[in-house]
C-alpha cells in the first residue's frame, strides 16, 4: 500500500480549514483490520489570526505530530490518516484496529508536551466515514489540488504564469448530444474548440472535446476556471478531465 499525502483548504464548521490526509489509502478503504476512528485534538497556544497554526508554532505542531506517531507504532495502535488544523485547533485522525489502548498512545505521546491542553477520543468507524466524508476531497477539492501541482511545475520551471496563454481543456460524455450541448454552452463563455475525440472506457465509448481559451495560469484564476467548467460538464452529464499549458517565461 503506497503512502503519499494531500493538502488543501475548505471550510469547516464555518471555520478555514487545512485538511492533510493520506491518499494512498483511499483504494483501499473501508479496511476491515482498521475499524475503529481515534483521534487527539490539540488546542493551539498562539494560532494566527485565522486559526490556523502561526510560524511560532510549527515546530511544536510537527514534534507533537511526530510524537503521535511514534507511540502509535510502538503501541502498534494503527495508521495516522488525516490532519485537520481550524479554528486553533489540530485534529489528529487514526483508524486503529482496536481502541482500548489508543489511550496509552495518547498520553505516551502528550506526556512530552506539558503546555498544551488536548482531548482525545474514538468510536467504531466500519466504513471509514470520517476518512470518506471529512478528509477526502470533493470533485472540485480534487481538481484544486491536480491544478496546484500543475501550477507548482510550471512556476518551478519558471513560467510567468501571470502571462495569458492558450490553455487547453478536455471534458468527455456519453453520448454525442450532450457533448454537443456543452460545446454550445463552452462557446458562449468564450472557449473554441480543438478536436473532438471518441475514447473506449469500461465498454463504454465516451465522446470528447478539447478546447482551449487564452487565460493566465495563476493559481486562483485556473481554479475558478476549472470549476466553472466542471459544473458544465456535469450539467451536460459529463465530466472534466483537465488542463495543460505549455511554458510561457
Known sequence: ????????????????????????????????????????????????????????EEDDVKFIEDRIEMESLRWRSGKYIGRIISNGEVNFIYY??????????????????????????????????????????TIKEWQIIANHHSCDSLKEQGDALITPRAIEHKSYFKNLKDRENFITLITKEGFKEQTQTEV??????????IYYRIDNAEYYNIDEITIKLIDLSIECNGNYDGWESSLVK
Request: aromatic letters at 18%; proline letters at 4%; hydrophobic letters at 35%.
Open 96 to 137: 486503529l484496529k482496536l481502541d482500548f489502548e489508543w489511550s496509552n498512545t495518547v498520553f505516551s505521546a502528550m506526556g512530552e508536551f506539558k503546555d498544551y491542553k488536548y482531548e482525545y477520543g474514538s468510536r467504531l468507524d466500519m466504513e471509514w466515514e470520517v476518512y470518506k466524508k471529512l478528509l477526502f476531497p
Open 1 to 56: 500500500m503506497q503512502e503519499y499525502w494531500e493538502s488543501y483548504i475548505k471550510p469547516v464548521d464555518g471555520h478555514k480549514a487545512i485538511v492533510s490526509f493520506n491518499a494512498g489509502v483511499s483504494d483501499f478503504v473501508p479496511d476491515e483490520q482498521h475499524i475503529y476512528v481515534g483521534f487527539v485534538k490539540v488546542k493551539l497556544n498562539k494560532p494566527n489570526s485565522e486559526g490556523l497554526v502561526s510560524k511560532d
Open 200 to 209: 473506449d472506457f469500461r465498454d463504454e465509448t465516451m465522446y470528447g472535446v
